[in-house]
């Protein structure tokens, strides 16, 4: 289930709520006798694999200029 952010319209409080996406029902604040609308908030990204982190191994550059310059082709960098 998605985690949706509602924040109030009276008093401002902001609380998050586990949702179902087809889910309609109104939210009511718990703090006051506001209404709750849905606000856009950050979503989480997981990056899988190589290459997103400092710490990744980096390409061995004078490896891809050798194989290159042997097929034929020309190594810009």
Same mark, same amino acid.
């Not at 006051?32 to 856009?40: A, F, I, S, T, W």
């Not at 989480?44 to 490896?63: I, L, N, V």
């Given at each position: 289930?998605?985690?949706?952010?509602?924040?109030? %319209? #009276?008093?401002g409080c902001v !609380?998050?709520?586990?949702? $179902?996406?087809? =889910?309609?029902? &109104? %939210?009511?604040?718990?703090?006051?006798? +506001?209404?709750?609308?849905? %606000?856009?908030s950050s979503s989480?990204?997981?990056? &899988? +694999?190589?290459?997103?982190?400092?710490? =990744? &191994?980096?390409?061995?550059? $004078? #490896?891809i200029k050798r194989?290159? !310059? #042997?097929? +034929?082709? !020309?190594? =810009?960098?």
């Open positions: 289930m998605p985690l949706y952010e509602f924040e109030c %319209v #009276k008093c !609380e998050e709520y586990l949702l $179902p996406h087809h =889910d309609s029902k &109104k %939210v009511s604040c718990p703090s006051c006798p +506001g209404r709750m609308k849905r %606000v856009m989480s990204a997981h990056f &899988k +694999g190589t290459g997103f982190y400092a710490t =990744d &191994k980096k390409r061995d550059e $004078p #490896k194989a290159m !310059e #042997k097929a +034929g082709y !020309e190594y =810009d960098g």
